[in-house]
């Protein structure tokens, strides 16, 4: 049996669409077998119907606090037993419950050259430092927000005529080559978190991250 994969997504899901074209053939080495929104009105659940992928909306706002949240969170993905769970687009700050309870099994696609500019508003910020480039980043998830162990980066330069909007539309093409091939690395067994270190094939990952650009000339 393949890898087993949960997303969880607040918005479009385009991330999972790159996720699910990627995994369509016969041959897939994962699948995803749910997709869960804190926005029944996400239209990545959307998507995943259409795929034929079971879908659950759990509506933050129906719970005390964080911690009501997570729990009932963690409780409807561990029904689909997954072996691995992509934060894609899912704009919530989970709680240290949470993130432990999936340790070593919890990734997150971030726009920015982690650590460069975490949270919000990457991509202005990157114009308003004046960076010469910009880009997204793949990372297993702590405690720490938007700060666990690299995996990837996928980069795109800065062009003088950019905005934010202009900017996004290119880190996002990067985004949606990212994400397909780390899931894969995960589902092969390459990919693993080992005493606090992303290793791939056994070998620590450089705590900057993998190369996107490396590794495809090396394919």
């Known amino acids: 049996m393949g890898c ?10 385009s991330n999972l669409q790159a996720v699910l074209d990627d995994l369509a053939g016969a041959d ?3 699948e995803v077998v749910a997709v869960i929104s804190n926005k029944a009105e996400a239209y990545g659940l959307e998507r995943a119907r259409s795929a034929g992928i079971p879908t659950r909306a759990l509506d933050h706002r129906g719970f005390a606090d964080r911690a009501a949240y997570d729990q009932a969170l963690i409780e409807q993905i561990d029904a689909f037993a997954p072996d691995l769970v992509l934060l894609a687009g899912f704009m919530r700050i989970l709680t240290a419950t949470f993130v432990t309870h999936f340790h070593g099994r919890l990734l997150n696609i971030h726009p920015s050259l982690l650590p460069k ?7 202005q910020r990157a114009l308003d430092a004046g960076d010469a480039e910009a880009g997204a980043s793949i990372h297993f998830v702590t405690e720490e927000l938007d700060g666990g162990p690299l995996v990837l ?3 795109v330069v800065i062009h003088p005529d950019d905005d934010a ?6 880190v996002q093409q990067q985004e949606h080559r990212l994400y397909p091939l ?8 390459r990919l693993r978190l080992i005493n606090g270190l992303a290793s791939l094939a056994g070998a620590p990952i450089p705590s900057g991250g993998l190369r996107l650009e490396t590794i495809e000339s090396s394919m």
């Open 28 to 30: 897939a080495p994962a």
């Open 182 to 189: 780390v899931v894969r690395w995960f589902a092969s067994g």
């Open 153 to 155: 980066q996928g980069r």
């Open 4 to 13: 087993r994969i949960v997303v969880l997504i607040s918005g479009s899901g």
């Open 165 to 170: 909007d202009s900017l996004a539309t290119r």
């Open 117 to 123: 500019y975490k949270g919000l508003q990457t991509h």
